[in-house]
Every structure is written in C-alpha cells, then in structure tokens.
C-alpha cells in the first residue's frame, strides 16, 4: 500500500516509530497529485516547496528527540478562503486573483504549530456561494467516484482531494452545508462543529452568522484528530466560544449502548429525498440499533421553513461581507475609464464577482433595503428563532438527530437548474441556521455513487457525535471503499 493511501492516523503510528519520514509522505502525496490531479483537478494552487520544507523541519525536530503532536508531518489541503501568510488565497474569485494575506488564519497558525505540510489550497464555489463547485473562477472540480459528476460544494476541491487520496486531511467552511453535502457525495468524512467552536479569524466572510470551519478526513478518526487540533478559544474571534475542548479522540472508543436517536421525518421521508437514499439511511439506523441505540422518528415542525430563511439572511450577511472589494483597498480593480468613485466600484465588481455572487448581493440588499428590511430580514430572523426553538425542544429528548445528509447522490454537471442545485442543501441548511454540530458519514452506495448518513448533535456535544459515527463506521464497511482513477 502506498503511503498516500494511509491514513492520518496509520501515517502517524509509522512517523512515530521512525518507519516513514515526514518528507517521504509530502513525496508520496505529490506523486499522486501528479497522477490524478490532471482529472480530478482538486487544486488551485500548490505549495509543493513549502509543504517539503516544513516536512523537513519536522523530520529534524523527530530526529532530535523533540515532543511533537500526534498529526505532526501529517500533510493537508487548506481551502481558498482561509488566509495564508505569502500564499496566494482568492476565494476563486477573480477580484482577489492576486491577493496573498500578510497572516494566517487561526485555524492555519494552529496546524503548522501541529507540524502539518501544506500541500496546496483547494477549489471551491466562488466566495463559497454553491454547492458543486461549478461557480468557481478558475476550474471546474470533478467527483473521484465519476468524474462526469460534481463532487458538491461549495468545498468541493478540499472534498475531492481528500477522497482521491491527493491528501489525508482537509479544512473546509461550512455555511449551509458546504463540508458535508461533498463529504457525502465524495464518500469520506465531513464535519461542521457547533458555531463558536472552531475560530473564524482569518477565514473570508460569506455569511458570517452561519460560517464555520471543519475538517474533511477518510475515517472519524482521522477527523477527531484534526478537530482537536483546530478546536478551542481564540481572543482574536469575539464569536469563538471559550469552552474547554475535550480529546475528541480518547471520546470514540466510549459505545453507543442506550444513546437516543431522533429520526427526522421531514427530511427522511420529505419530498425530493431520493429512494436510494433514503434506504441507505434507514439500514444505517438498524445498524445504531444493532449498536444498542434507541431509534425513534421526531418531527420539527418548522424545518421546511429552513430554505427561505437560509436565503434570506445568507445573502444579507454576503451583500454586507463583500461590500469591501470595491477596487480602493486591495484586490482588483477596473482598468477601464472610470468618471467617478461609484463607477469605479461598479466596474470593479463587475469585472471581479461571478454571476452567483452578484445574484446573491443583489438579493441581499434587497433584503435590507428601506421598506423591506422588517418585511424579510427582519421576518427571517423570528422564524430561524423558531426553528433553533424545535432543535431545543429535541435535545430534551434526544442525544443525536439523523437525517441524510444529501437528498441524491452527486449529478452529472449541467443536470439541476438553479433551483434544484439550492435545494441539494435542504437537508445540511437547519444546521447552520441553529447553530449547532452536524457530521456526515458515508453509509452506503446508490448507482454506484456514495451516501451519506448526517449526524446532528446539540451545542457542542461533537465528542457525542464522534462517538456515534465511530460506532457506525466500525461495524461497516464503506468508510474502505475508495474510487478507482
């Protein structure tokens, strides 16, 4: 078995006892970018020089006898939107084509203190507005299970990459779904943790009372591994929460027996749930059962209300995040005549934002506008209170909410209209808007494309969602399967 087909977890047991070099991985990783990067097209840029010197650094703090942490030489892809010191990070827009952020986000400050290579920062639906990375600026990313289909969004690349073996970890964002619907639809693990759990400092805004950062990993070890690396407090983001943060790790191996589990109706048996997948999940519930889980189906009343609220305040937060790229201070700007500061912004931005982002600043400032400020925004923020209000009522009950995490599988590129490819989010969306945890593990096939089960947990209760989906994976099979490029 190659090296690039390891785990994090197996790469770190064999850095550990000194049978494999940190640089030997950076190598074997490349080796299969080399090879299939060319198909899957995962990257917009690597970092090939970097990723073998920090490698390097690390082989020599191991070699001197130096305390380092246990993903120490692991590699990982970063996803455009995460500031990176020196490198380039554009969102794969082209009105940031050439900006390189003077810091680190957190979340990066975080993994290089944990010793891990970057190899490369991944593609994604521009300003991550989508959810099959076809909206990108500069490439379209292609599913390694069927590379005439999309590997979903708006993290596509850090999914793909991921799940054809050109890297063993990944960072996402996830605002409506964008870590786990292409963690489903790529057949690997995915995780948004509760808002506030994870800092948001140096990650570019979409919508920022919905955006979290969260791992992409090959098996839920793995992703407890590198939470525990990115978790915890940070003075830098007032939104982080300071609450301790256990070893996700040590959680897994604590069983199931007697854990209630919530089915939700609405998004089990709801309209547009495809048959194949709703069958995946259902074995996957008598799988928990088998476990020693108590399954039983709840319903949220308010859940359906969870698309139009989405798009609402997601493109209100979006038309304010973005209102800074206007050609003055950084990023593009216009080289055509320009009469005024107004027509320089307009120009810039249409030169700059893609056809996705306008619509949605467009909407946005609809939405805020005089007139129709309580009509819509206002309206939306009472009905997301409702719907975070069924989510509380349901933890009084039960320890982990279960849905699909896609209602279909991944589709061929150009099939759903613009409609239809909003609607791939409708079973991820309610998570963000209540702010709390979700997980998706592959749980199976349909046509031969993969499934995935979506986990929900209360505020930060990710050790119990971790727990659960260790349990699954480890009386099935399908975290094993991977694509043949």
């Known amino acids: 078995m190659e090296l690039y087909e390891l785990t994090a977890h197996q790469l770190s047991e064999r850095l550990g006892t000194g049978e494999v070099s940190s640089r030997e991985i950076v190598t074997s990783c490349y080796d299969r970018i080399e090879a299939v ?3 899957v097209q995962a990257f917009v840029s690597q970092t090939r020089q970097l990723a073998e010197q920090q490698a390097a650094e690390i082989d020599q ?6 305390e380092l942490g246990a993903l120490a030489g692991v590699p990982i892809a970063v996803k455009d939107l995460l ?16 900006f390189h952020p ?7 400050e975080r993994c290089r203190q944990a010793g891990m290579p970057i190899v490369g920062k991944t593609n994604m639906d521009e300003f991550a507005m989508g959810s099959s990375t076809e909206n990108s600026a500069f490439q379209v990313t292609r599913n390694p299970w069927d590379l005439e289909t999309i590997p979903g969004g708006s993290s596509g690349g850090s999914a793909a990459a991921v799940a054809a073996c050109e890297a063993p970890l990944a960072l996402g964002s996830d605002t409506g779904g964008s870590i786990r619907q292409p963690a489903a639809l790529c057949g690997i693990v995915g995780m948004k943790p509760t808002y506030g759990r994870v800092s948001r400092y140096g990650l570019i805004a979409y919508a920022s009372s919905l955006d979290q950062i969260g791992p992409f990993a090959r098996d839920v070890t793995d992703c407890a591994m590198l939470l525990n690396t990115i978790a915890g407090p940070d003075d830098r983001d007032a939104t982080c929460a300071d609450v301790p943060v256990p070893d996700y790790v040590a959680c897994l191996q604590q069983g199931v027996e007697g854990l209630k589990v919530g089915i939700i109706q609405e998004l089990v048996h709801g309209e547009g749930i495809h048959p194949g997948v709703k069958g995946r999940v259902l074995e996957a519930v008598d799988t928990l059962q088998e476990l020693g889980c108590e399954c039983e189906e709840t319903s949220l009343p308010n859940i359906d209300y969870s698309m139009p609220v989405y798009y609402i305040i997601a493109p209100a937060e979006c038309s304010s995040n973005l209102a800074r790229y206007d050609g003055v201070r950084y990023g593009h700007r216009t080289t055509k005549p320009v009469s005024d500061i107004y027509d320089l912004f ?3 931005r ?14 946005g400032t609809y939405a805020l506008s005089a007139g129709y400020y309580d009509a819509y925004y206002l309206k939306a923020l009472k009905v997301r209170t409702l719907i975070k209000s069924d989510f509380d009522a349901a933890w009084e009950k039960y320890d982990v909410l279960l849905c699909p995490t896609s209602p279909t599988v991944a589709w061929k590129f ?3 209209d613009q409609l239809a490819l909003k609607l791939a989010d409708i079973c991820t969306i309610p998570v963000n808007i209540a702010g709390v945890a979700g997980l998706s593990i592959p749980c199976g096939f349909d046509d031969g494309m993969p499934v995935g089960l979506q986990l929900i947990g209360k505020p930060f ?5 971790l727990r659960a989906a260790y349990a699954y994976e480890q009386a099935t099979e399908w975290h094993k399967q991977r694509p043949e490029l």
């Open 37 to 39: 990067e060319g198909k």
């Open 61 to 66: 703090k191991r070699a001197a006898g130096e």
């Open 83 to 98: 500031c990176t010191k020196g490198l380039p990070t554009t969102c794969c827009s082209q009105i940031l084509e050439n």
């Open 102 to 108: 003077p810091y680190d986000a957190t979340v990066i």
């Open 346 to 348: 307009a120009k810039t």
């Open 350 to 363: 249409a030169e700059g934002f893609g056809e996705e982002v306008r619509l949605r600043i467009m909407l």
């Open 414 to 416: 150009g099939e759903f």
């Open 461 to 465: 209760s990710e050790d119990i969602l």
